[in-house]
């Protein structure tokens, strides 16, 4: 089956450390998203791939890293710079813009003790 | 810069009620519409888009939209809801200000009692 596996489901880690959450899709798709969905926030960006090897901030990537080695992975550091880094992060994935569809993956609840 | 604006952020109904969750949006050109929900559990889907033609979209489980140029919105509509569309819903668009990166609103929570 196609889609968008991201793991772990839930993650627990304390304050000041630097945590990876895990994003990997077998749709082929170029372009891959992070999101940050808060309770009446809706989802903010918080950065995308378009290609293998180029990433583009969003609208809220202070505290955050990304790398794209691999069309299939884009894997979202957060740091210990994130200054509220507790939320539900969503990974999604779509054919290169302008516009398609974005498929999501589950989501990765992370909560910073 | 686009942006996206739902004005219901909670809306309880009951069953065969019929339903229309307001998305407005503000940006000048040409835009990409869409509607996606996320049921109890499950992943964020698409529900239905616009891209161009008629503004009349139908969606999956009888949802439609409505594409009104003139008054920047597109509102999502259900003639008869049903317990099992109890879910949250998004607004998105895209611009090619925007780079075609799909902007979110924040989302309406739908509650729909038995």
């Known amino acids: 089956d196609g889609g968008i596996t991201q793991s772990p489901k839930y993650l627990f880690r304390k304050e000041g450390q630097n945590v990876t959450l895990s994003c990997e899709q077998n749709l082929n798709h170029d372009a891959m998203y992070w999101y940050r969905q808060d309770p009446g926030q809706g989802l903010r960006l918080i950065y995308y791939?378009?290609?293998?090897?180029?990433?583009q901030k969003g609208d809220i990537a202070e505290g955050y890293s990304v790398s794209r080695e691999k069309k299939e992975s884009f894997p979202l550091t957060v740091t210990s710079a994130q200054k509220n880094p507790t939320a539900f992060y969503l990974c999604a994935s779509s054919q290169p813009p302008p516009a398609d569809t974005q498929y999501f993956g589950p989501g990765t609840r992370l909560t910073v003790l | 810069a686009q942006s996206v604006s739902q004005h219901n952020h909670h809306v309880i109904l009951s069953e065969a009620a019929s339903l229309e969750l307001g998305c407005n949006y503000s940006y000048g050109g040409t835009v990409n519409l869409f509607w996606y929900v996320q049921y109890p559990g499950q992943h964020l889907q698409l529900l239905l888009k616009y891209f161009s033609g008629d503004p009349l979209v139908k969606g999956i489980k009888g949802f439609e939209a409505e594409f009104i140029k003139s008054k920047f919105s597109f509102n999502l509509r259900k003639p008869s809801v049903q317990w099992s569309d109890t879910a949250e819903y998004f607004c998105?668009?895209?611009?090619?200000?925007?780079?075609?990166?799909?902007?979110f609103g924040r989302g309406t929570s739908l509650i729909v009692h038995p």
């Open positions: 791939s378009q290609i293998v090897n180029d990433f």
């Open positions: 998105a668009v895209s611009t090619s200000g925007g780079s075609y990166i799909p902007t």
